[in-house]
């Protein structure tokens, strides 16, 4: 069994900033991408950005500039900076994971439980 903990979210006002971070644990065997992605209410889940990893990153066009992605493979670990935060990120943000488990032999995709970032204007 594996799973993702999520931490940092919170209630900030718009042009603050908020860390979020992400910790695998279990019986893994290798971390591939990892990624946060995020639901507002009434609207579908969207990726935030992802991280390979080898360290390769990827941004959804409205975060550009304002969040930094950054893992830690050691640690199994990924974290989002979030800078200049505005009311339209407020939303549930949730952590995913590719994880080879155990032998390395099962794979497996692996969601936090979604941490709150609500941004007041």
């Known amino acids: 069994q594996v799973q993702l903990v999520e931490s940092g979210g919170g209630l900030v006002q718009a042009g603050g900033s908020l860390r979020l971070s992400c910790a695998a644990s279990?019986?893994?065997?290798?971390?591939?991408?990892m990624g946060w992605y995020r639901q507002a209410p009434g609207k579908q889940r969207e990726l935030v950005a992802s991280?390979?990893?080898?360290?390769?990153?990827n941004y959804r066009d409205s975060v550009k500039g304002r969040f930094t992605i950054s893992r830690d493979n050691a640690k199994n670990t990924v974290w989002l900076r979030m800078n200049s935060l505005k009311p339209e990120d407020t939303a549930v943000y949730s952590c995913?994971?590719?994880?080879?488990?155990?032998?390395?032999?099962?794979?497996?995709?692996?969601w936090g439980q979604g941490t709150q970032v609500t941004v007041s204007s």
């Open positions: 991280i390979t990893s080898g360290g390769t990153t």
């Open positions: 279990g019986s893994i065997f290798q971390v591939t991408t």
């Open positions: 995913n994971a590719g994880i080879w488990v155990g032998a390395g032999n099962r794979y497996t995709d692996t």
